[in-house]
């Protein structure tokens, strides 16, 4: 019995992926199949952390393609878990990395054989792929030039953006920008066209993305190469931040810039005052466990930002674009 998941050290992630089992037979063996297929199958789960839109590529498009895109087409999809709202999300992805129907093993009810199988998916590191470890040598910048052409992105080079545009991502309940609209404000008067997007919106009509560590910036994958990127990092967050953002920022091609805030920035500090464990030392918080940290610095606060700091973050984009 396999999970078929990327990540399988993630045991909450793993309780959402249904194990298969793949049965084998021999020639002589008496033929049950309804469908002969001569392509191979490769076999994943839909289930996990979806509905994340830092999850749905960290966990299964950025595996697909690196486990697929060798095959050129040349296979077909078996999902287990399916979820039709996922699989018509990504439909531009799957029908790109294979020439036929997907597969909902739930549904089908049918026997199928396949000359071969690939079960699950291979997984290197956040948004991340590694050119040593694939056939083919396949890079990320083989992955973003794959999205662009799925997506019929008509933008190719940073320098066909014009004006300064910058999109903001703007998150609806937890890290928050308390002062958006003074935030925006400043940015309109440095220069900016300022577009202010939902975190779950995919883009690449910038040239500067600004967002709070979460799942707003997995837009990175699409940005082109010198894009700047702003990450404003939560109190508590530098690693994530850094992990799951930061390094893979550069290895894309993007210009990557750090705004560490200020405990005072943080809705922690008010709530907590200043001497608390939970603004003088994190690392405390983190030993209790990750719910306890999760509850904390990723569910539990919001920031008003430091507009005098902040604009010399802005000032150090814009150079990065000759501004």
Not at 110 to 121: N, T
Not at 234 to 253: E, H, I, K, Q, R
Request: hydrophobic letters at 40%.
């Amino acid at each position: 019995m396999v999970q078929p998941y990327a990540r399988k050290e993630d045991e909450t992630a793993m309780k959402k992926v249904t194990p298969v089992q793949i049965l084998t037979r021999n020639a002589s063996s008496p033929s049950y199949c309804h469908f002969n297929h001569d392509v191979p199958a490769n076999v994943f789960s839909s289930g996990g952390f979806t509905r994340n839109l830092f999850h749905e590529f960290n966990e299964i498009i950025i595996p697909l393609f690196l486990t697929c895109y060798q095959f050129k087409s040349h296979l077909q999809f078996v999902i287990t878990d399916f979820k039709p709202g996922w699989v018509k999300k990504y439909n531009q992805i799957l029908t790109h990395l294979s020439n036929f129907e997907v597969i909902n093993s739930a549904k089908d009810g049918s026997v199928h054989c396949f000359p071969g199988a690939v079960i699950g998916l291979k997984y290197h590191d956040n948004l991340a792929l590694y050119p040593i470890e694939i056939p083919g040598g396949y890079s990320m910048f083989d992955f973003k030039h794959f999205l662009r052409e799925t997506y019929n992105l008509k933008i190719k080079n940073v320098s066909e953006i014009i004006k300064p545009k910058l999109i903001l991502i703007s998150r609806p309940k937890t890290r928050t920008f308390m002062n958006e609209d003074e935030i925006v404000d400043m940015m309109e008067e440095l220069g900016f066209q300022v577009d202010v997007a939902t975190p779950n919106r995919m883009s690449n009509l910038e040239n500067v993305i600004v967002g709070a560590h979460g799942v707003g910036l997995t837009n990175a994958v699409f940005l082109l190469t010198g894009v700047v990127m702003v990450q404003v990092v939560p109190l508590g967050l530098d690693w994530a931040s850094t992990n799951y953002f930061g390094g893979p920022a550069s290895v894309m091609g993007l210009h990557y810039v750090e705004y560490k805030i200020e405990p005072e920035e943080s809705s922690l500090f008010k709530e907590y005052g200043p001497d608390h464990p939970v603004i003088v030392d994190p690392y405390s918080i983190f030993l209790k466990g990750y719910d306890a940290a999760r509850a904390t610095y990723v569910d539990g606060q919001n920031m008003k930002i430091n507009l005098v700091k902040f604009r010399e973050i802005l000032l150090k984009a814009m150079k990065f674009l000759g501004h």
